[in-house]
T-cell receptor, first 116, second 111 residues
Framework: NAGVTQTPKFRVLKTGQSMTLLCAQD?????MYWYRQDPGMGLRLIHY???????AKGEVPDGYNVSRLKKQNFLLGLESAAPSQTSVYFC???????????????FGPGTRLTVL | GENVEQHPSTLSVQEGDSAVIKCTYS??????FPWYKQELGKGPQLIID?????GEKKDQRIAVTLNKTAKHFSLHITETQPEDSAVYFC??????????FGQGTTLQVKP
C-alpha cells in the first residue's frame, strides 16, 4: 500500500497563476483533508471531505477550491496564487471522525509551494 | 473559536534525559487528543493518543497525561534518543469532529 501520496512535491508559481495539487489514498478512507503548514502556526485545515462528492470549508478556505469526484482522490486548487499562499501543503485521510482510534489521520509527504 | 496552545516551541535535551511538551485546549467538549511526530521532510505521523475517559497512557518510552478539569494534556518522552529529534504536534478533536492542532514543538536531542 502506498498510503497517501501527493503530487507534485515542489512547485514555484508566479502571482496570479493557477495550479492543482493532487492527493490520492489507497486505504479506502471516507474522510480526506487539506492542511497548510506555516512556521509557528501548526497545521491549519483548509478544506475537507466526508465522502465522495462532498466538500466543506475548514479554518482557512479563502483562495482555495477542492473537489472529490472519486473516493480515493482529493484535489486542491488555487485559481489565482498569491504570495500569502506560500506554504507546505499536506493532505490527510482517515477512516472516520468519531473520536475513536479509527479517526487516526494518515498524512502525505507534503507539497512545498512558493508563490513569487 | 476552538484553540490549542502548545509549549514550548523549541526544546533541547541531552540524550537520555526526559522531554515534556504541554498543550491546553479551549473546547470543553473535546474528548480525543492525539500526538503526531513529524520528521524532516515528511508528513506528521500519529505516535500516541488518549481519550477523555483515560487519565494516562503509556507506550514504551512515551506517555501522555490528560487533565480534563484543567483542559490540558502533556507528552512525556523518557530516555530520549537522537532519533526522537523531530517536530511534535498535539491536537484536540473539536465538537465537529475535526482536529485542531497546536503550533508544534521542535525537539532536539543532543548526543
Amino acid at each position: 500500500n502506498a498510503g497517501v501520496t501527493q503530487t507534485p512535491k515542489f512547485r514555484v508559481l508566479k502571482t496570479g497563476q493557477s495550479m492543482t495539487l493532487l492527493c490520492a489514498q489507497d486505504m479506502n478512507h471516507e474522510y480526506m483533508y487539506w492542511y497548510r503548514q506555516d512556521p509557528g502556526m501548526g497545521l491549519r485545515l483548509i478544506h475537507y471531505s466526508v465522502g465522495e462528492g462532498t466538500t466543506a470549508k475548514g479554518e482557512v478556505p479563502d483562495g482555495y477550491n477542492v473537489s472529490r469526484l472519486k473516493k480515493q482522490n482529493f484535489l486542491l486548487g488555487l485559481e489565482s496564487a498569491a504570495p500569502s499562499q506560500t506554504s507546505v501543503y499536506f493532505c490527510a485521510s482517515s477512516y472516520s471522525t468519531s473520536g475513536s482510534r479509527y479517526n487516526e489521520q494518515f498524512f502525505g509527504p507534503g507539497t512545498r509551494l512558493t508563490v513569487l | 473559536g476552538e484553540n490549542v496552545e502548545q509549549h514550548p516551541s523549541t526544546l533541547s535535551v541531552q540524550e537520555g534525559d526526559s522531554a515534556v511538551i504541554k498543550c491546553t485546549y479551549s473546547d470543553s467538549a473535546s474528548n480525543y487528543f492525539p500526538w503526531y511526530k513529524q520528521e524532516l521532510g515528511k508528513g506528521p505521523q500519529l505516535i500516541i493518543d488518549i481519550r477523555s475517559n483515560v487519565g494516562e497512557k503509556k507506550d514504551q518510552r512515551i506517555a501522555v497525561t490528560l487533565n480534563k478539569t484543567a483542559k490540558h494534556f502533556s507528552l512525556h518522552i523518557t530516555e530520549t534518543q537522537p532519533e526522537d529529534s523531530a517536530v511534535y504536534f498535539c491536537a484536540a478533536e473539536s465538537n465537529t469532529g475535526k482536529l485542531i492542532f497546536g503550533q508544534g514543538t521542535t525537539l532536539q536531542v543532543k548526543p
